[in-house]
């Protein structure tokens, strides 16, 4: 056993990431039949903030080229677009979506986030987009048109409320714009990696975040009716801190360095599955036709789309060699001319 575990380990643990990031949307529907959004949004990141700053100072102490705080001016702009782009305005958005659609809707469109990540390199001239990615984008977008569009299951949802057409459209449409701005927020994050470590860039996002949430979610604190909150809500919240953000993205990240982008990102497509078949059994959310077709459609797309990135990378390696061994002859030739 100890055997297979270590020589697995890498698969096993992003095979727990794409569980807990499965599980995380059922798990934050249940909380949110005992609080309002805005509730545990800032619930969860002032908890979040603070577990931060220690994470921080921890790593502070033991790597003295870490000066806590300590931020260039040049970077402030950056850093308050990382923070409202994937923890402020973002979250705002990933709750309230969530909240009136479902569960696995949530998953759905969270997975969608490389697509968007893409258009915005294109449209900022960082990247290209080959032909096929773009049919691939397409083929997604359509998907997620279609998805939009189609007519939601007209049962009322076991967790105490009713998901009306009008609502999980708009929760729909919330979630496809979360997935946009945190495809923002990871562009922005590859320019300020440059100058902070993990520790520090966490920080100073998450605080910034929690701050431009604060008034929203210090209102909705002060008009929250805790007599509806049950023991369910103090375990979620816990876990809601730990297991989607810190100890997961340190396995993915992990995970990166070990076998590369192109082998990682794999285990994401399997989140929206794993997230519809948790929500049915957990909570009996439910799904049309339509809608699961419309998934395959958009996960059809993704996976078109990232088979474009890895031939494009397979063609340049190959290029790469080929042009290392037609000059290594003409190398030896000069030397003997020379000679």
Not at 13 to 31: E, N, Q
Not at 120 to 136: C, D, K, M, N, P
Not at 157 to 179: E, F, H, Q, S, Y
Not at 259 to 283: C, D, E, K, M
Request: proline residues 4%; aromatic residues 12%; hydrophobic residues 55%.
């Amino acid at each position: 056993m100890r055997r297979f575990i270590a020589s697995h380990r890498l698969d096993l643990g992003l095979s727990f990431v794409a569980l807990i990031w499965g599980l995380s949307p059922t798990f934050f529907k249940i909380a949110l039949a005992e609080v309002q959004p805005l509730t545990l949004v800032i619930m969860r990141f002032m908890l979040l903030s603070i577990v931060s700053v220690v994470v921080l100072l921890y790593y502070a102490r033991r790597r003295p080229e870490i000066r806590p705080f300590r931020v260039r001016r040049a970077d402030i702009g950056l850093l308050i677009v990382s923070g409202l782009s994937g923890y402020g305005i973002y979250q705002l958005f990933y709750i309230e979506g969530l909240f009136r659609t479902t569960a696995f809707a949530s998953a759905l469109f969270g997975a969608t986030t490389p697509h968007w990540s893409a258009v915005l390199l294109f449209s900022f001239r960082i990247e290209r987009i080959r032909a096929w990615q773009w049919v691939g984008i397409a083929i997604s977008l359509g998907g997620i048109v279609w998805f939009l569009l189609a007519r939601a299951p007209t049962t009322e949802a076991p967790i105490d409320r009713a998901l009306t057409p009008a609502g999980v459209v708009l929760g729909n449409v919330l979630l496809c714009c979360g997935a946009g701005l945190f495809a923002l927020y990871g562009i922005v994050n590859k320019r300020l990696t440059v100058h902070y470590s993990p520790p520090e860039l966490m920080c100073y996002t998450l605080l910034i975040g929690t701050l431009a949430l604060a008034p929203f979610g210090v209102s909705a604190l002060l008009t929250q009716n805790w007599s509806h909150v049950t023991w369910a809500l103090w375990v979620i919240l816990p876990y809601s801190v730990l297991f989607p953000i810190y100890i997961t993205y340190s396995i993915w990240n992990w995970a990166i360095g070990q076998r590369g982008v192109g082998y990682v990102t794999l285990y994401s497509y399997a989140v929206p599955v794993l997230g519809g078949v948790v929500a049915y059994f957990a909570i009996q959310e439910t799904l049309t036709g339509w809608q699961m077709l419309a998934a395959v459609v958009v996960l059809g797309g993704m996976l078109l789309a990232r088979w474009a990135i890895t031939r494009r990378q397979t063609v340049r390696i190959a290029t790469a060699s080929t042009a290392v061994e037609d000059a290594t002859p003409a190398h030896g030739v000069a030397h003997e001319v020379a000679d």
